[in-house]
């Protein structure tokens, strides 16, 4: 699986990395930073919550 951010949709609310802390930090504005885009097996649920909840829909996860 693999997770991408929509920049032109992003506001920065921090759901993305609360859910998916192992992949997604914060930078000091508050927008995410991404260590990578691979999400490994045991965190693909964790990227379909994060993708889910993010209340800008900026998330996409994909196969």
Do not use: F
Not at 4 to 32: F, K, M, N, T
Request: glycine residues 6%.
């Amino acid at each position: 699986m693999s997770i991408q951010i929509d920049w032109r949709r992003c506001q920065g609310h921090g759901v993305c990395a609360a859910a998916l802390g192992e992949i997604i930090e914060r930078d000091e504005s508050g927008y995410p930073l991404m260590k990578t885009h691979n999400v490994p097996e045991e965190l693909h649920s964790a990227a379909r919550l994060a993708q889910a909840t993010c209340p800008a829909a900026a998330l996409r996860a994909t196969r």
